[in-house]
T-cell receptor
Framework: LAKTTQPISMDSYEGQEVNITCSHN???????ITWYQQFPSQGPRFIIQ???TKVTNEVASLFIPADRKSSTLSLPRVSLSDTAVYYC???????????FGTGTRLQVFP | NAGVMQNPRHLVRRRGQEARLRCSPM?????VYWYRQLPEEGLKFMVY????????ESGMPKERFSAEFPKEGPSILRIQQVVRGDSAAYFC?????????????FGPGTRLTVT
């Protein structure tokens, strides 16, 4: 599975838009990009998945440039409850094991 | 529809004892995964099971650790003769095995403390 690199931590304030970028230079043709969110003392939760261009759901948007060597998770107007660790994963759909890095720890301040 | 259930949520064992962690997948899911998370680290894959079968145990330590997913009942992760280094959060996830999705549903985890 492709290795991913993302910032260790980010700070933001309530109401701001947060963009977390993930690098995956060795992404393969069949690989998808998936983001998970983990709150303290909880299991990870699926946020969004994409292959190319842009994907949007009720929680976030995912931007993927044409070369697919990076991706950006965008969280609109964050609130305190968005404080969590965000993991970027790259792999084929249906892959049985998820490979988690250390993630990005987002802290939202009032 | 209940989510993935794990019990106990917290487990304290002394060195040398056995730890049994249970996981009930979401209704309709027949695929179970176990992950371990050390403090300040990401989750590490341990094992993937289907009913009565171990599909991938490449992340399981070779000794003291075992997992099963019987035809009836929850999946069990068993750690024999626990050591302090086994202290971690153990998460179970389940999926429907739909190849159009990459989504696994995680339980709340079991926090194992070895004293």
């Amino acid at each position: 599975l492709a290795k991913t690199t993302q910032p260790i931590s980010m700070d933001s304030y309530e109401g701001q838009e947060v963009n977390i970028t993930c690098s995956h230079n060795n992404i393969a043709t069949n690989d998808y990009i998936t983001w998970y969110q983990q709150f303290p003392s909880q299991g990870p939760r699926f946020i969004i998945q994409g292959y190319k261009t842009k994907v949007t759901n009720e929680v976030a948007s995912l931007f993927i440039p044409a070369d697919r060597k990076s991706s950006t998770l965008s969280l609109p107007r964050v609130s305190l409850s968005d404080t969590a660790v965000y993991y970027c994963l790259v792999g084929q759909r249906g892959t049985d094991k998820l490979i988690f890095g250390t993630g990005t720890r987002l802290q939202v301040f009032p | 529809n209940a989510g993935v259930m794990q019990n106990p949520r917290h487990l304290v064992r002394r060195r040398g004892q056995e730890a049994r962690l249970r996981c009930s997948p979401m209704k309709g899911h027949s695929h179970v995964y176990w992950y371990r998370q050390l403090p300040e680290e990401g989750l590490k894959f341990m094992v993937y099971l289907q009913k009565e079968n171990i599909i991938d145990e490449s992340g399981m330590p070779k000794e003291r650790f075992s997992a099963e997913f019987p035809k009836e009942g929850p999946s069990i992760l068993r750690i024999q003769q626990v050591v302090r280094g086994d202290s971690a959060a153990y998460f179970c996830a389940s999926s429907h095995r739909d190849r159009s999705s990459y989504e696994q549903y995680f339980g709340p985890g079991t926090r194992l403390t070895v004293t």
